[in-house]
Protein backbone atom coordinates (compact mmCIF):
# COMPACT_ATOMS: atom_id res chain seq x y z
CA UNK A 1 0.00 0.00 0.00
CA UNK A 2 1.78 2.85 -1.01
CA UNK A 3 2.59 5.58 1.54
CA UNK A 4 -0.61 8.53 1.20
CA UNK A 5 -3.30 5.77 0.73
CA UNK A 6 -2.42 4.33 3.92
CA UNK A 7 -2.00 8.10 5.78
CA UNK A 8 -5.90 8.32 4.33
CA UNK A 9 -7.07 4.79 5.57
CA UNK A 10 -5.25 5.90 8.89
CA UNK A 11 -7.03 8.87 9.27
CA UNK A 12 -10.53 8.41 7.75
CA UNK A 13 -11.00 5.19 9.64
CA UNK A 14 -9.18 6.79 13.06
CA UNK A 15 -11.85 9.47 12.15
CA UNK A 16 -14.61 6.80 12.06
CA UNK A 17 -13.76 5.36 15.10
CA UNK A 18 -13.42 8.27 17.80
CA UNK A 19 -16.59 9.38 15.89
CA UNK A 20 -18.22 6.09 16.80
CA UNK A 21 -17.24 6.34 21.05
CA UNK A 22 -18.10 9.66 21.23
CA UNK A 23 -21.83 8.12 19.46
CA UNK A 24 -21.61 4.96 22.07
CA UNK A 25 -21.09 6.86 25.22
CA UNK A 26 -23.96 5.72 26.72
CA UNK A 27 -23.19 2.18 26.32
CA UNK A 28 -20.34 1.31 28.29
CA UNK A 29 -17.55 -1.00 26.76
CA UNK A 30 -20.00 -1.16 23.28
CA UNK A 31 -17.28 0.48 20.69
CA UNK A 32 -16.93 0.39 17.12
CA UNK A 33 -13.02 1.36 17.35
CA UNK A 34 -11.99 -2.55 18.01
CA UNK A 35 -13.85 -3.91 14.83
CA UNK A 36 -12.95 -1.16 12.94
CA UNK A 37 -9.27 -1.64 13.97
CA UNK A 38 -9.44 -5.31 13.12
CA UNK A 39 -10.89 -4.66 10.09
CA UNK A 40 -8.71 -2.12 8.70
CA UNK A 41 -5.60 -4.82 9.61
CA UNK A 42 -7.77 -7.37 7.99
CA UNK A 43 -8.35 -5.39 4.64
CA UNK A 44 -5.33 -2.73 4.08
CA UNK A 45 -2.78 -4.81 6.70
CA UNK A 46 -0.81 -4.60 10.03
CA UNK A 47 1.02 -1.25 9.63
CA UNK A 48 -2.76 0.67 8.67
CA UNK A 49 -4.13 -1.35 11.38
CA UNK A 50 -1.57 -0.28 13.85
CA UNK A 51 -2.05 3.49 12.57
CA UNK A 52 -5.54 3.47 12.90
CA UNK A 53 -5.29 1.54 17.00
CA UNK A 54 -2.72 4.11 17.89
CA UNK A 55 -4.39 7.28 16.43
CA UNK A 56 -7.86 6.81 17.58
CA UNK A 57 -6.50 5.12 21.50
CA UNK A 58 -4.80 8.36 22.02
CA UNK A 59 -7.31 10.62 21.01
CA UNK A 60 -10.21 8.68 22.54
CA UNK A 61 -8.03 8.08 25.85
CA UNK A 62 -7.44 12.35 25.83
CA UNK A 63 -10.88 13.45 24.40
CA UNK A 64 -13.24 10.69 26.22
CA UNK A 65 -16.21 12.55 27.69
CA UNK A 66 -14.99 10.33 30.59
CA UNK A 67 -11.70 12.26 31.53
CA UNK A 68 -8.50 11.60 30.61
CA UNK A 69 -6.89 8.60 30.72
CA UNK A 70 -3.79 9.72 32.15
CA UNK A 71 -0.64 6.88 32.70
CA UNK A 72 -2.83 4.02 31.53
CA UNK A 73 -2.81 5.64 27.94
CA UNK A 74 0.42 3.25 26.66
CA UNK A 75 -1.55 0.27 28.07
CA UNK A 76 -4.69 1.08 26.30
CA UNK A 77 -2.79 1.97 23.12
CA UNK A 78 -1.18 -1.69 23.39
CA UNK A 79 -3.95 -3.60 23.75
CA UNK A 80 -5.67 -2.05 21.14
CA UNK A 81 -2.83 -3.42 18.85
CA UNK A 82 -3.92 -6.59 19.59
CA UNK A 83 -6.90 -6.32 17.64
CA UNK A 84 -4.76 -5.09 14.42
CA UNK A 85 -2.86 -8.17 15.06
CA UNK A 86 -5.41 -10.09 14.95
CA UNK A 87 -6.91 -8.60 11.94
CA UNK A 88 -3.59 -9.28 9.71
CA UNK A 89 -3.29 -13.13 11.13
CA UNK A 90 -6.83 -13.22 10.15
CA UNK A 91 -6.56 -11.85 6.59
CA UNK A 92 -3.68 -14.30 6.30
CA UNK A 93 -5.21 -17.43 7.75
CA UNK A 94 -8.85 -16.92 5.86
CA UNK A 95 -7.86 -15.75 2.30
CA UNK A 96 -11.39 -17.24 0.77
CA UNK A 97 -13.42 -14.51 1.24
CA UNK A 98 -16.45 -14.59 -1.73
CA UNK A 99 -18.93 -15.85 1.16
CA UNK A 100 -18.06 -13.45 4.01
CA UNK A 101 -21.48 -13.55 5.72
CA UNK A 102 -21.21 -17.39 6.22
CA UNK A 103 -18.58 -18.89 8.29
CA UNK A 104 -16.06 -16.52 7.95
CA UNK A 105 -18.34 -13.96 10.04
CA UNK A 106 -18.33 -16.68 12.83
CA UNK A 107 -14.60 -16.74 12.77
CA UNK A 108 -14.14 -13.03 12.96
CA UNK A 109 -16.68 -12.82 15.74
CA UNK A 110 -15.01 -15.31 17.63
CA UNK A 111 -11.25 -13.62 16.73
CA UNK A 112 -12.78 -10.34 18.35
CA UNK A 113 -14.15 -12.04 21.67
CA UNK A 114 -10.83 -13.55 22.20
CA UNK A 115 -9.34 -9.96 21.33
CA UNK A 116 -11.64 -8.44 23.84
CA UNK A 117 -10.78 -10.65 26.45
CA UNK A 118 -7.05 -10.32 25.98
CA UNK A 119 -7.69 -6.12 25.81
CA UNK A 120 -9.60 -6.14 29.15
CA UNK A 121 -6.74 -8.78 31.05
CA UNK A 122 -4.40 -6.58 29.81
CA UNK A 123 -5.49 -3.32 30.87
CA UNK A 124 -7.10 -4.44 33.70
CA UNK A 125 -3.54 -5.59 35.33
CA UNK A 126 -2.39 -2.33 34.18
CA UNK A 127 -4.56 -0.56 36.04
CA UNK A 128 -3.45 -2.88 39.08
CA UNK A 129 0.21 -2.20 38.58
CA UNK A 130 -0.60 1.64 38.36
CA UNK A 131 -3.07 1.84 41.86
CA UNK A 132 -1.09 -0.33 43.91
CA UNK A 133 2.66 0.07 42.67
CA UNK A 134 5.25 -0.48 44.78
CA UNK A 135 3.27 -2.98 46.73
CA UNK A 136 1.63 -4.52 44.29
CA UNK A 137 0.75 -8.45 44.74
CA UNK A 138 -1.07 -11.17 42.62
CA UNK A 139 -3.54 -10.72 45.15
CA UNK A 140 -4.27 -6.87 43.71
CA UNK A 141 -4.30 -8.33 40.38
CA UNK A 142 -6.50 -10.92 40.77
CA UNK A 143 -9.08 -8.20 42.64
CA UNK A 144 -8.61 -5.55 40.00
CA UNK A 145 -9.66 -8.79 37.15
CA UNK A 146 -12.10 -9.54 39.22
CA UNK A 147 -13.69 -5.94 39.66
CA UNK A 148 -13.25 -5.67 35.99
CA UNK A 149 -15.30 -9.03 34.81
CA UNK A 150 -18.87 -7.63 34.33
CA UNK A 151 -17.66 -4.65 31.91
CA UNK A 152 -15.24 -7.63 30.36
CA UNK A 153 -18.15 -9.29 29.42
CA UNK A 154 -20.10 -7.00 28.16
CA UNK A 155 -16.69 -6.05 25.78
CA UNK A 156 -16.72 -9.64 24.71
CA UNK A 157 -20.15 -10.48 23.47
CA UNK A 158 -20.30 -6.71 22.00
CA UNK A 159 -17.34 -7.45 20.12
CA UNK A 160 -18.48 -10.98 19.56
CA UNK A 161 -21.62 -9.75 18.02
CA UNK A 162 -20.40 -6.43 16.12
CA UNK A 163 -17.47 -8.16 14.48
CA UNK A 164 -20.09 -10.74 13.55
CA UNK A 165 -22.53 -7.94 11.58
CA UNK A 166 -19.99 -5.11 10.52
CA UNK A 167 -17.57 -7.40 9.28
CA UNK A 168 -19.09 -8.86 6.17
CA UNK A 169 -20.76 -5.98 5.58
CA UNK A 170 -17.26 -4.23 5.77
CA UNK A 171 -15.56 -6.57 3.66
CA UNK A 172 -18.08 -6.23 0.85
CA UNK A 173 -18.54 -2.77 0.54
CA UNK A 174 -14.51 -1.79 0.72
CA UNK A 175 -13.49 -4.75 -1.31
CA UNK A 176 -16.49 -3.67 -4.24
CA UNK A 177 -14.82 -0.14 -3.42
CA UNK A 178 -11.63 -0.82 -3.94
CA UNK A 179 -12.01 -3.03 -7.26
CA UNK A 180 -13.87 0.15 -8.66
CA UNK A 181 -11.34 2.64 -7.89
CA UNK A 182 -8.95 0.36 -10.19
CA UNK B 1 -13.09 -22.57 2.27
CA UNK B 2 -9.86 -25.32 2.73
CA UNK B 3 -9.79 -27.38 5.07
CA UNK B 4 -6.65 -25.24 6.72
CA UNK B 5 -8.34 -22.10 6.62
CA UNK B 6 -11.81 -24.40 8.50
CA UNK B 7 -9.26 -25.87 10.99
CA UNK B 8 -8.06 -22.70 12.30
CA UNK B 9 -11.51 -21.09 12.44
CA UNK B 10 -12.68 -24.09 14.69
CA UNK B 11 -9.51 -23.60 17.08
CA UNK B 12 -10.32 -19.66 17.33
CA UNK B 13 -14.09 -20.29 17.81
CA UNK B 14 -13.71 -23.04 20.03
CA UNK B 15 -11.12 -20.66 22.55
CA UNK B 16 -13.68 -18.29 22.24
CA UNK B 17 -16.41 -20.61 23.32
CA UNK B 18 -13.68 -20.82 26.29
CA UNK B 19 -12.94 -17.26 27.40
CA UNK B 20 -16.49 -16.68 26.59
CA UNK B 21 -17.60 -19.38 29.37
CA UNK B 22 -14.67 -19.15 31.88
CA UNK B 23 -15.39 -15.39 32.20
CA UNK B 24 -19.07 -16.22 32.74
CA UNK B 25 -17.67 -19.02 35.35
CA UNK B 26 -15.64 -16.41 36.97
CA UNK B 27 -18.36 -13.79 37.21
CA UNK B 28 -20.99 -16.12 38.94
CA UNK B 29 -18.34 -17.44 41.16
CA UNK B 30 -17.02 -13.44 42.42
CA UNK B 31 -20.83 -12.55 42.91
CA UNK B 32 -21.59 -16.01 44.66
CA UNK B 33 -18.35 -15.11 47.23
CA UNK B 34 -19.84 -11.47 47.63
CA UNK B 35 -23.05 -12.99 48.22
CA UNK B 36 -21.88 -15.59 50.51
CA UNK B 37 -19.84 -12.97 52.86
CA UNK B 38 -22.85 -10.61 53.38
CA UNK B 39 -25.17 -13.39 54.41
CA UNK B 40 -22.15 -14.56 56.91
CA UNK B 41 -21.73 -11.30 58.40
CA UNK B 42 -25.73 -10.73 58.76
CA UNK B 43 -25.67 -14.37 60.61
CA UNK B 44 -22.87 -13.18 62.60
CA UNK B 45 -24.79 -10.14 63.77
CA UNK B 46 -27.92 -12.27 64.03
CA UNK B 47 -26.17 -14.50 66.62
CA UNK B 48 -24.48 -11.93 68.24
CA UNK B 49 -27.76 -10.08 69.17
CA UNK B 50 -29.15 -13.48 69.74
CA UNK B 51 -26.12 -14.67 72.76
CA UNK B 52 -27.11 -10.78 74.20
CA UNK B 53 -30.57 -11.83 74.30
CA UNK B 54 -31.08 -15.00 74.45
CA UNK B 55 -33.77 -15.10 71.24
CA UNK B 56 -36.19 -13.31 73.89
CA UNK B 57 -36.33 -9.42 72.77
CA UNK B 58 -39.64 -7.55 72.83
CA UNK B 59 -40.85 -4.45 71.16
CA UNK B 60 -43.90 -2.35 72.05
CA UNK B 61 -46.23 -1.05 69.07
CA UNK B 62 -49.40 0.72 68.95
CA UNK B 63 -51.85 0.63 66.20
CA UNK B 64 -53.96 3.81 66.41
CA UNK B 65 -57.33 3.05 64.28
CA UNK B 66 -58.48 6.22 63.57
CA UNK B 67 -62.07 5.43 64.98
CA UNK B 68 -61.28 5.75 68.80
CA UNK B 69 -59.64 2.52 69.27
CA UNK B 70 -56.21 1.94 69.97
CA UNK B 71 -54.16 -0.94 70.99
CA UNK B 72 -50.72 -1.44 72.53
CA UNK B 73 -49.58 -4.70 72.22
CA UNK B 74 -46.45 -4.17 74.54
CA UNK B 75 -43.60 -6.81 75.32
CA UNK B 76 -44.41 -8.47 71.68
CA UNK B 77 -41.38 -11.03 70.88
CA UNK B 78 -39.50 -10.19 68.24
CA UNK B 79 -36.14 -11.97 67.15
CA UNK B 80 -33.00 -10.73 65.51
CA UNK B 81 -33.42 -9.48 61.98
CA UNK B 82 -36.82 -8.61 62.40
CA UNK B 83 -38.64 -5.27 60.97
CA UNK B 84 -41.28 -3.20 61.53
CA UNK B 85 -43.66 -5.07 59.12
CA UNK B 86 -42.62 -9.03 60.59
CA UNK B 87 -43.65 -7.63 63.70
CA UNK B 88 -47.00 -5.92 62.72
CA UNK B 89 -47.79 -9.50 61.13
CA UNK B 90 -46.87 -11.01 64.44
CA UNK B 91 -48.42 -8.93 66.55
CA UNK B 92 -51.74 -8.74 64.56
CA UNK B 93 -52.09 -12.53 63.66
CA UNK B 94 -50.94 -11.72 60.18
CA UNK B 95 -54.06 -9.39 59.91
CA UNK B 96 -52.28 -7.14 57.58
CA UNK B 97 -52.71 -6.29 53.87
CA UNK B 98 -49.92 -4.85 51.73
CA UNK B 99 -48.41 -4.34 48.68
CA UNK B 100 -45.28 -5.37 47.82
CA UNK B 101 -42.39 -3.89 46.89
CA UNK B 102 -42.37 -0.72 44.78
CA UNK B 103 -39.42 1.21 46.50
CA UNK B 104 -37.94 -1.78 48.27
CA UNK B 105 -40.55 -2.30 51.16
CA UNK B 106 -43.91 -3.43 52.12
CA UNK B 107 -46.63 -0.63 51.87
CA UNK B 108 -49.29 -1.48 54.42
CA UNK B 109 -52.74 -0.92 53.21
CA UNK B 110 -55.14 -2.38 55.86
CA UNK B 111 -54.90 -3.29 59.63
CA UNK B 112 -57.35 -5.53 61.44
CA UNK B 113 -59.64 -5.35 59.15
CA UNK B 114 -59.57 -1.15 58.30
CA UNK B 115 -58.56 -0.74 55.05
CA UNK B 116 -57.05 2.76 53.33
CA UNK B 117 -57.89 2.80 49.05
CA UNK B 118 -56.33 4.85 46.89
CA UNK B 119 -59.04 7.20 46.38
CA UNK B 120 -59.65 7.58 49.70
CA UNK B 121 -59.15 10.04 51.98
CA UNK B 122 -57.42 8.28 55.12
CA UNK B 123 -53.98 5.78 55.21
CA UNK B 124 -52.20 4.10 57.59
CA UNK B 125 -48.70 5.65 58.64
CA UNK B 126 -45.26 5.02 60.77
CA UNK B 127 -44.23 6.12 63.74
CA UNK B 128 -41.31 5.85 65.33
CA UNK B 129 -40.31 6.66 69.12
CA UNK B 130 -37.59 7.95 71.17
CA UNK B 131 -37.26 9.73 74.53
CA UNK B 132 -35.55 12.88 73.35
CA UNK B 133 -38.29 13.55 69.72
CA UNK B 134 -40.79 11.73 71.14
CA UNK B 135 -43.10 10.18 67.77
CA UNK B 136 -41.59 11.60 64.50
CA UNK B 137 -43.11 9.77 61.31
CA UNK B 138 -40.85 7.36 59.60
CA UNK B 139 -39.00 8.60 56.71
CA UNK B 140 -38.35 5.01 55.19
CA UNK B 141 -40.54 1.70 54.31
CA UNK B 142 -41.51 -0.42 56.91
CA UNK B 143 -38.75 -3.29 55.96
CA UNK B 144 -36.20 -0.71 56.37
CA UNK B 145 -37.21 -0.06 60.35
CA UNK B 146 -35.54 -3.05 62.24
CA UNK B 147 -36.73 -3.80 65.93
CA UNK B 148 -34.70 -4.15 68.38
CA UNK B 149 -35.03 -5.08 72.31
CA UNK B 150 -37.42 -2.56 74.07
CA UNK B 151 -38.17 -0.70 70.66
CA UNK B 152 -41.55 1.38 70.78
CA UNK B 153 -43.64 1.99 67.28
CA UNK B 154 -46.65 3.15 66.55
CA UNK B 155 -49.67 2.95 63.54
CA UNK B 156 -52.00 5.46 62.87
CA UNK B 157 -54.77 5.55 59.81
CA UNK B 158 -56.19 9.04 59.33
CA UNK B 159 -56.65 11.80 56.84
CA UNK B 160 -53.66 13.29 55.15
CA UNK B 161 -52.28 16.38 53.40
CA UNK B 162 -52.79 15.92 49.57
CA UNK B 163 -49.97 17.60 48.63
CA UNK B 164 -47.25 16.85 51.42
CA UNK B 165 -49.12 13.38 52.06
CA UNK B 166 -48.12 14.59 55.67
CA UNK B 167 -50.58 12.47 58.43
CA UNK B 168 -53.05 14.89 59.89
CA UNK B 169 -52.41 12.99 63.38
CA UNK B 170 -50.05 11.45 65.80
CA UNK B 171 -50.25 8.74 68.27
Keep these: MRGASEVAVVATFSALAVGSDFALTPYVNVKLMDTIVFLVAFLF????????????????????????????????????????????????????????????????????????FLWDFETNAATALLAYWPTLTL???????????????VHEVADFLLGMAAAPAAILTISRARYVNK | MTTREVLYGVIVVLLAALVASSSLAAYYYAQYNQESNVAARDLATARNL???????MTSNLLI???????????????????????????ATDGNVNA??????????????????????????????????????????????????????????????????????CSP
Design chain 1, 45 to 116: GFRAGAGVAVVSETAWSIVSPWGAAGAITPFLVGGELIFAIAGWWASKTWRDRSKPWGTLAVFIGASMLVCA
Design chain 2, 64 to 90: DFGNGTRHWYNGTRVEPGWNLYTETLA
Design chain 2, 99 to 168: TCCAYGSHFVTGIGGVQGTPEGTKSWSVWTFNRTSSWQEANVGVDEIGVSNNSVYAWTFCAYDPVSYAPL
Design chain 2, 50 to 56: MSRYGGA
Design chain 1, 139 to 153: KDILATEGYGLPFAL
